[in-house]
């Protein structure tokens, strides 16, 4: 999974804008760079991203989920814009092969929609493009 999550922030980003990208993250006098340093440091993780924690709430993903909310926060972390991940993208990572397969779907539990369903985890209409969206509450 790894392999490919780098597989494809290696074809959308260089070292080099990374690298800046990071510098420019603490620099004092940028709010949104400010508040997206903030945001990654409240969201807590464990290893395998199935329990999260982000602003005193705490989450539960399943093996497909905490895929999925991996490569959004690693995309988080590694882009300086507000766009996501497409469906078909993430759909892949979680390795879902069904051909109904959504992601509506993939974060509902008994017949309910996950908690991070519509609050962290959004779904941006300008992009085409799932996200977290951290920011929002800072």
Do not use: C
Request: aromatic share 14%; proline share 2%.
């Amino acid at each position: 999974l790894l392999n490919r999550v780098n597989e494809f922030f290696s074809k959308h980003y260089n070292d080099v804008l990374s690298e800046k990208l990071l510098h420019f993250s603490f620099d004092g006098n940028n709010n949104r760079a400010n508040k997206r340093a903030k945001a990654i440091r409240e969201f807590v993780h464990s290893q395998n991203f199935q329990r999260v924690s982000f602003l005193g709430k705490n989450y539960k993903f399943g093996p497909k989920q905490s895929l999925v909310i991996e490569a959004l926060f690693d995309h988080f972390k590694n882009s300086s814009g507000n766009e996501g991940l497409t469906k078909d993208t993430l759909l892949s990572i979680a390795e879902s092969k069904s051909k109904k397969a959504n992601m509506r779907e993939l974060f509902r539990s008994r017949g309910q929609p996950h908690p991070i369903w519509n609050t962290l985890l959004v779904f941006d209409k300008g992009f085409q493009t799932y996200k977290l969206d951290l920011l929002s509450f800072f």
